[in-house]
Nanobody, 119 residues
Framework: QVHLAESGGGLVEPGGSLRLSCAAS????????MAWYRRPPGKQREMVADISSGGFTNYGDSVKGRFTISRDNRKNTVYLQMNSLKPEDTAVYYC?????????????WGQGTQVTVSS
């Protein structure tokens, strides 16, 4: 079982920046693709960004050019650098480890961290 722990959320003014971190336990991190999702108030969960085990990245249209996902396999940690934040970025952000393909591995979800963009 891989445990994920997000940190770095909070309240920020429009135009500001935040950096989310997601620390993973266990040995599957380096072979797993990782992703950030978010659930805005009253809306469905959406994918924000993902990164393959080899470092290839993909972004949702609403965050392209503003957010950057990265990973450090030595620290078992994935990051989400969020710049030029907008009120519509307000959401609970979740870290997700995609199934690695290993037998019995169904992936993992973190508990979420609140990001609020408001003046």
């Amino acid at each position: 079982q891989v445990h994920l722990a997000e940190s770095g959320g909070g309240l920020v003014e429009p135009g500001g920046s935040l950096r989310l971190s997601c620390a993973a336990s266990g040995s599957l991190f380096s072979i797993s693709a990782m992703a950030w999702y978010r659930r805005p108030p009253g809306k469905q969960r959406e994918m924000v960004a993902d990164i393959s085990s080899g470092g290839f990245t993909n972004y949702g249209d609403s965050v392209k050019g503003r957010f950057t996902i990265s990973r450090d396999n030595r620290k078992n940690t994935v990051y989400l650098q969020m710049n030029s934040l907008k009120p519509e970025d307000t959401a609970v952000y979740y870290c997700h480890r995609r199934p690695s393909g290993s037998a019995g591995d169904f992936g993992s979800w973190g508990q979420g961290t609140q990001v609020t963009v408001s003046s």
